[in-house]
T-cell receptor, first 113, second 115 residues
Framework: AQSVAQPEDQVNVAEGNPLTVKCTYS??????LFWYVQYPNRGLQFLLK????DNLVKGSYGFEAEFNKSQTSFHLKKPSALVSDSALYFC???????????WGAGTKLIIKP | KAGVTQTPRYLIKTRGQQVTLSCSPI?????VSWYQQTPGQGLQFLFE???????NKGNFPGRFSGRQFSNSRSEMNVSTLELGDSALYLC??????????????FGQGTRLTVV
């Protein structure tokens, strides 16, 4: 079965430090991977996607993600965290059978000043 | 360019009632998907509409239904509401069906509370 796992419910990082939010996936065929962010009382905002090409994908707000095929991972990263990065982050993979998105459970990112 | 608009933002309903939620996609987008978001279950796919036709349906009971109009606006209906239907309902629009190579854009959601 196709799935996405975000192993951490919550990640705490001090402001200015690098951050990583983990995501692993299981999908048939080539993976189409996405990261979205949700701020309180808001809908989801697109951050970045991997379709093909360079394994390091750059996105909005200084975020990037590294696609690792051998480890079936697509971790979200940022070199220097900001307090304003505090939010709920979702990883998703496109279902190869119906092209819908399969979502991870979400990871709450808390950046402390 | 206006984003995805969902109305109303908040709703309080009583068990047994029915509710209709509305979603207006980004201009030019013909695909609309609906999701239910709860703290325990994350995002669960409800259904997707493209050009007034339901393309895909998630694993929800028949009390959950939807439709799409010729202007791509979509409505979602939940009948015989249950307490467990309390959730944030999100609508997403995209240019192509099934996020084929493109990202989906989300509305702010409708917060439904069933009492």
């Amino acid at each position: 079965a196709q799935s996405v796992a975000q192993p951490e419910d919550q990640v705490n990082v001090a402001e200015g430090n690098p951050l990583t939010v983990k995501c692993t996936y299981s999908v048939s065929g080539n993976p189409y991977l996405f990261w979205y962010v949700q701020y309180p009382n808001r809908g989801l905002q697109f951050l970045l996607k991997y379709i093909t090409g360079d394994n390091l994908v750059k996105g909005s707000y200084g975020f990037e993600a590294e696609f690792n095929k051998s480890q079936t991972s697509f971790h979200l990263k940022k070199p220097s965290a900001l307090v304003s990065d505090s939010a709920l982050y979702f990883c998703a993979v496109r279902d190869s059978s119906n092209y819908q998105l399969i979502w991870g459970a979400g990871t709450k990112l808390i950046i402390k000043p | 360019k206006a984003g995805v608009t969902q109305t109303p933002r908040y709703l309080i309903k009583t068990r047994g009632q029915q509710v209709t939620l509305s979603c207006s996609p980004i201009s030019g987008h013909r695909s609309v998907s609906w999701y239910q978001q709860t703290p325990g279950q994350g995002l669960q796919f409800l259904f997707e509409y493209f050009s007034e036709t339901q393309r895909n349906k998630g694993n929800f009971p028949g009390r959950f239904s939807g439709r799409q109009f010729s202007n791509s606006r979509s409505e979602m209906n939940v009948s015989t509401l249950e307490l467990g239907d309390s959730a944030l309902y999100l609508c997403a629009s995209s240019l192509n069906p099934g996020t084929l190579g493109t990202e989906a854009f989300f509305g702010q959601g409708t917060r439904l509370t069933v009492v």
